[in-house]
């Protein structure tokens, strides 16, 4: 059985840093993706990372966000520098190209 679950939202000012984390059970060694949805809007792929490390990323967090794992412990992270009020949204860690989804940890970017 597959689960994942994800943790680390909450509220931060903009400009500053979270890390959140997808911890995944049942499965192992599969391409990991974070997703956001914002009220009103459709879920929408933040990066995604493959079993040996390879990333990629939407345009409207590059060089700021950072997917990264851990094999080992079978967990995916997403660090998020200058943190934008656009950036508030639920964010998903999915298990890529499946219907496997944790069930969203919020962050909220405000003043």
């Known amino acids: 059985q597959v689960q994942l679950v994800e943790s680390g939202g909450g509220l931060v000012q903009p400009g500053g840093s979270l890390r959140l984390s997808c911890a995944a059970s049942?499965?192992?060694?599969?391409?990991m993706g974070w997703y956001r949805q914002a009220p009103g809007k459709q879920r929408e792929l933040v990066a995604t990372i493959t079993s040996a490390g390879s990333t990629v990323y939407a345009d409207s967090v590059k060089g700021r966000f950072t997917i990264s794992r851990d094999n080992a412990k079978n967990t995916v992270f997403l660090q998020m520098n200058s943190l934008k009020p656009e950036d508030t949204a639920v964010y998903y860690c999915?298990?890529?190209?499946?219907?496997?989804w944790g069930k969203g940890t919020q962050v909220t970017v405000s003043s």
């Open positions: 999915n298990v890529y190209l499946t219907s496997y």
């Open positions: 049942g499965i192992i060694f599969r391409t």
